[in-house]
């Protein structure tokens, strides 16, 4: 397993041999003007009000990086390849490795050479498939996603403005938000990560939203309830009614009823609720100044038949918690593939029940079903990597035979997006749409959306080879 960066840790950047160094993440925390002037920045180029300026700031006052020169972030400009491997050799405290390096552009005795050598001989690089590293090339936005997702272990790079895991560059200011994120992610011990879903439902709509999203992250269920319970008249919007005046009193704390029990054992906290009058209730702002979530992975939820999403009154209770991007739900149906999205820490049993998946430079995971043709398909992978030419089927798969016969465990169910399905024993499916049918589930892979899915896989667009594989791919581009 790879070393994991600790929240405490430092990651130390290049500050004299290269332009400041930058990294990966979960939810950049947007600075606010009353707090961050650009004195206290202490760049020309960096605005109080930019949606980095704390990142730039945490970065700085933790010496993970420097500017261009000592007036100038330069936000815009690029990150390349070797400063990331820098950074992370660097943090791991330079290790030495007797690992030949295999990359011809790559010569020794550079500011680089050893970062690169120890990061491929941790697999977590690979070149351009033609014997270069490319080392002073722009880290793309996929590749800067996939090399820290291979060291941490879990996504890293969600929510950053503009960062989508394409081929774009990644920006610095990105990286500074991906540096400050990544150094506050709940690390996972041996007995993994574990989710909390918290909710209030004062009438029973958030309820079935919260069992669903406790359902799909393997999360435990916290109901929050009222020591004073809310009455029909309570309720009464159109009246002076209680939740109208909490609504309306700052200092409103309604009494919860219970507690969470061990909160220091949960690495992330998804929190559920009503929208009264376009904000979180009151009862929620309670429960937040109860525990302190820092360093947890947090999202918030609502449901609604109408009014949009809000969570910017609650965040500041939790500033040192990685926010997540939330979420307004009208129904239970719509909760999968957003919680998917949020790259939440995996039970460790979880984890460990996985494949591999590569296409071109992209590697995904899937979590392993149980059943018996999933048994057959490990015994399969365990004689090497299995290399399947998929062509698309339907409009919503993409299908290959994998030149042998393996039992099926079929059932009836509704294929996703994501889901990797045995069909007739002799092949194998990628959905990147939905279909119903008697299927024998595989697996599911991690953390994508179905945009991700037709982007990577080319819905509609012709054959692609996929390799799937029981241990990390190495040897492609990244």
């Known amino acids: 397993m790879r070393k994991r960066i600790c929240s405490g840790f430092i990651l130390v ?76 050799w660097r943090q ?21 050479s050893e970062a690169v050598r120890w990061a491929a001989s941790e697999q977590l690089v690979g070149g351009y498939g033609d014997g270069r590293f490319g080392a002073n090339d722009p880290i793309t936005q996929a590749h800067l996603s996939l090399i820290f997702q291979r060291y941490a272990g879990q996504s890293v790079t969600g929510g950053i403005p503009d960062f989508d895991g394409s081929s774009k560059t990644a920006t610095r200011a990105q990286a500074a938000a991906a540096v400050m994120n990544y150094a506050r992610l709940p690390q996972l011990g041996a007995a993994g990560g574990k989710v909390l879903v918290a909710y209030f439902s004062a009438t029973g709509n958030t309820r079935p939203v919260a069992e669903k999203a406790a359902e799909v992250t393997g999360g435990d269920l916290f109901e929050i309830v009222p020591a004073q319970p809310y009455t029909a008249a309570d309720l009464n919007y159109n009246t002076d009614c209680r939740a109208n005046a909490e609504q309306n009193d700052p200092n409103a704390r309604p009494t919860i009823a219970g507690a969470v029990e061990d909160m220091g054992q949960y690495d992330a906290v998804l929190i559920g609720y009503p929208i009264w009058w376009g904000r979180a209730p009151k009862i929620i702002h309670t429960f937040l100044e109860t525990y302190d979530l820092s360093g947890k992975t947090v999202a918030a939820f609502c449901t609604s038949g109408s009014s949009p999403h809000e969570d910017a009154t609650i965040r500041v209770y939790e500033p040192g918690a990685v926010w997540l991007e939330g979420r307004r739900f009208s129904h239970a149906s719509q909760v999968e593939e957003w919680a998917a999205g949020l790259n939440l820490p995996k039970p460790a049993e979880e984890e460990a029940d996985k494949m591999y998946l590569q296409i071109g430079d992209t590697v995904w995971t899937a979590a392993l079903e149980d059943n018996p043709s999933v048994a057959a398909w490990k015994e399969l992978l365990a004689k090497g990597p299995l290399t399947v030419d998929m062509r698309d089927y339907g409009g919503f798969e993409k299908v290959g035979g994998i030149g042998a016969d ?46 991700q899915l037709r982007e990577v896989l080319k819905a509609g667009g012709g054959g692609i080879s996929v390799t799937f594989s029981l241990d990390e791919p190495t040897g492609n581009s990244g």
């Open 13 to 88: 950047c290049l500050l004299l041999t290269m332009p400041a160094c930058a990294t990966g993440t979960d939810r950049p925390v947007t600075g606010s003007a009353e707090r961050i002037s650009n004195q206290t920045v202490g760049f020309a180029d960096v605005s109080a009000d930019a949606w980095y300026a704390e990142a730039v700031q945490y970065c700085r006052e933790n010496g993970l990086m420097s500017g261009t020169s000592e007036a100038v972030f330069a936000p815009e400009a690029p990150l390349t390849r070797a400063m990331l491997v820098t950074i992370l």
């Open 92 to 112: 791991a405290k330079k290790p030495v490795v007797n690992y030949l390096m295999r990359f011809s552009d790559v010569p020794e005795n550079q500011w680089y």
């Open 406 to 451: 393996i039992i099926q465990s079929n059932r009836q169910i509704t294929a996703k997006p994501g889901d990797v399905i045995l069909y007739q024993g002799s092949s194998v499916t990628i959905y990147y749409g939905e279909n119903s049918w008697n299927f024998t589930p595989l697996g599911h892979i991690d953390g994508v959306t179905e945009a």
